[in-house]
């Protein structure tokens, strides 16, 4: 019985011992799997069915319906899978979700995945996200490792309300970056994006640009080849000249930082900007542009170009400002001449037989225009009849010598009057042009139009034609009905350059409304030769070139003869008027008075004349002072040369400011000097022989 219990605890404790052993051996096994397990082993986590299959030679694990496995932080579910141990290889089928550490998802049809290199490649809808974004495709591969997932045959990335789509596409899961590659487009409710290469960060939703790439809002077009753009603010940062372009302008810069909301654009160095429909350039180191206004102010060396037909305008100064003006808010003040004549417009239409009625009118003006309009008006009633007579007789007025000259010119004894005449019958149309002349100021309008001095066939003439023979003044009437009417505002050290003119001012506005330039504070121009000065000074256009010019208050011509010698005349307004580019006629309205210089055959002064007049008419051949004549009571004196001091032969607020006259385009250009003659460095031997 002894035995029989001792045989039993033996056969006991080595049936525990056995147990003990299978249990520290399978932790040990265990312990060894944990550590030999990289991450690359594929662990089943459930399935409903498990199938074998054995085909040449390699053995295959099928499991089909709600298939569950993971791989490291990996989980995969599917409908059915195919599983090689021995490569560690599956390929899964149907409702493929991947799920990686709860952070990326990647969905399909078809999975082809190998486990060594934990690279997945997903096809038939195929997609990735993040849960914020979306990438799709018809084929998309994730590195599982590097967290990067890639479509190389097309695709589509989903930010929001932003789409963007390329042949390829590199995802980078930790950073959120996203590489495309070959036909990029961004579609944006806002706007569209195209180009070859772009970085885009899903987070940040900033567009980072390194190749040529085109962005369109429907409105305004970015041209630019490297830079950063914020697709959700509409914030950009843009190098290496980009360009921005709607239908009639253009900005290019060094570098340009933009604000779509706001419209705000800011140009940094060498800015272009370019207006196509008024055919308009600005060039600055730096400026700034409200698309949304279509605005721009331009500092650091603006310039402004305008081209015309024939010529081009240049313009710099410290500050330039141009901005459209709606066909509602555009108030143009016209010159109070032009209002005058708009006055006697009205008496020649009614056929008023007196001036009285005129006067009405004026009371309905304010105060200082309905005075100036008043002397007006009284002046035309005291006009001498020898101007009338002039006009129908078509003949040069106001003779006053005896032989019927202007009292500067006397054909008996002056050789230079003998010239005159024969250059005045050269002339083609000279008289015709002095007629005509006189009916285009205010003054004479009126008289032209009611005054009975004149012939009954020139009265009618000129009623027939309407009040715009009378008056000639830009013809608006066929101007484009716009709301884009720009206008140019330009401040402190103003210059202006083009081959027929040249000037200065403290300030300028221009409007393409009416195409006049308003010089403001000592303005000061030259065409050709001749100098013309005044509080104010309003230079007409037509296509960019000079048509008419306008000198209000302390107005002055002048002319330099020789040294310190000077042609003057001064007057309160003073009109001229262009032909091919250069002064064709000049008329002088109001306490006129001139300094002239008669000058021989060879040039030589023999004489000078001073006069005062009511109105003072010049005339020029070819841009250069051919004949003045004088209207309405003239009074002067000649004295030979020599006979007075020089410094009495200077009018009142006479100045000549040659020097500030700009010479070239390329002085309002900045930073160019004429070439310096070069310095004689031969060396001199000073040793005797």
Same mark, same amino acid.
């Given at each position: ?49 498990? $199938? ?16 569950? #496995? ?11 899978? #195919? ?92 950073? =959120? ?168 417009? =009205? ?60 009292? #500067? ?18 002339? $083609? ?42 008056? $000639? ?43 006049? #330039? ?90 000078? $004349? ?80």
């Amino acid at each position: 019985m002894i035995l029989n219990m001792q045989h039993l605890a033996k056969v006991g404790l080595i049936l525990a011992g056995i147990c003990l052993g299978s249990i520290f051996s399978a932790k040990a096994q265990d312990t060894l799997r944990q550590k030999t397990d990289t991450g690359k082993v594929i662990h089943i986590i459930d399935a409903e069915t498990l $199938n074998v299959i054995t085909k040449n030679g390699v053995s295959l694990n099928r499991f089909i319906d709600h298939v569950i #496995f993971r791989q490291g932080n990996t989980l995969f579910f599917c409908d059915s899978t #195919f599983i090689d141990k021995a490569t560690n290889v599956l390929d899964a089928y149907g409702h493929i979700h991947i799920n990686q550490a709860d952070s990326i998802h990647i969905y399909g049809d078809y999975l082809h995945y190998e486990g060594e290199t934990r690279l997945a490649t997903m096809r038939d809808n195929a997609r990735l996200t993040d849960g914020k974004v979306t990438i799709s495709g018809p084929e998309l591969q994730y590195d599982m490792n590097a967290r990067i997932g890639t479509y190389t045959k097309g695709g589509k990335l989903v930010n929001g309300s932003s789409v963007l789509t390329s042949q390829e596409a590199f995802y980078y899961a930790d950073t =959120k970056d996203v590489y495309f590659k070959k036909n990029v487009l961004l579609v944006d409710p806002e706007y569209t994006l195209t180009t070859d290469t772009l970085l885009y960060n899903t987070i940040s939703k900033v567009a980072t640009i390194v190749a040529p790439t085109t962005i369109n809002d429907g409105k305004t077009i970015m041209y630019t080849t490297s830079g950063e753009y914020n697709t959700e603010s509409g914030e950009g940062n843009f190098d290496s000249r980009p360009t921005i372009e709607d239908s009639a302008t253009t900005v290019t810069a060094d570098r340009i930082i933009m604000d779509k909301k706001t419209g705000m654009a800011y140009a940094y160095g060498n800015m272009v900007y370019r207006d196509t429909a008024q055919h308009m350039s600005l060039l600055s180191n730096y400026g700034t542009v409200n698309q949304a206004k279509k605005t721009i102010l331009a500092t650091q060396h603006p310039l402004m170009i305008l081209e015309g037909k024939t010529d081009t305008l240049y313009l710099s100064a410290d500050t330039l400002y141009s901005a459209i003006l709606g066909k509602d808010s555009i108030n143009v003040r016209k010159p109070l001449k032009d209002t005058i004549a708009i006055v006697h417009e =009205k008496v020649a239409e009614k056929g008023m037989p007196d001036l009285a009625k005129a006067d009405s009118i004026a009371r309905a003006l304010p105060d200082s225009t309905a005075k100036a309009l008043s002397d007006s008006i009284q002046s035309v009633a005291k006009v001498d009849s020898v101007a009338a007579k002039a006009i129908a007789q078509q003949v040069p007025p106001t003779p006053t010598q005896a032989n019927g000259n202007p009292p #500067f010119l006397d054909l008996k004894s002056d050789t230079t009057g003998k010239k005159f005449q024969e250059r005045l019958q050269k002339a $083609n149309g000279l008289a015709e042009r002095e007629r005509d002349s006189l009916m285009n100021v205010s003054d004479t309008a009126t008289l032209a139009a009611v005054n009975p001095a004149l012939s009954k066939e020139v009265r009618d003439s000129l009623v027939k034609a309407g009040p715009d023979a009378l008056q $000639n003044k830009p013809d608006t009437s066929k101007v484009k009905d716009t709301t884009e009417i720009r206008y140019i505002m330009a401040w402190h050290n103003v210059r202006i350059y083009s081959d027929s003119l040249q000037g200065v001012a403290d300030s300028v506005y221009y409007s393409t409304k009416d195409s006049i #330039f308003r010089f403001y504070r000592n303005p000061v121009l030259w065409a050709n030769s001749t100098q013309l000065s005044g509080d104010t000074i309003h230079l007409y256009t037509k296509n960019q070139t000079a048509d008419k010019i306008y000198l209000t208050q302390n107005s002055l011509i002048v002319k330099e003869v020789s040294e310190d010698l000077y042609d003057q005349i001064k007057g309160n307004f003073i009109t001229g008027y262009f032909k091919n580019q250069n002064l064709d006629w000049m008329h002088v309205d109001g306490n006129a008075e001139s300094i002239y210089y008669v000058q021989d055959d060879d040039g030589s002064i023999i004489s000078v $004349n001073k006069t005062l007049s009511g109105v003072i008419n010049m005339y020029f051949l070819e841009g250069q002072l051919h004949h003045v004549n004088f209207i309405k009571d003239p009074e002067g004196t000649m004295y030979p040369f020599g006979q007075r001091p020089i410094d009495q032969m200077k009018l009142p607020n006479f100045k000549w400011d040659i020097k500030r006259r700009p010479k070239s385009k390329y002085e309002l250009m900045g930073g160019v000097k004429e070439k310096e003659p070069e310095t004689d460095t031969t060396e001199v031997s000073t040793t005797l022989p």
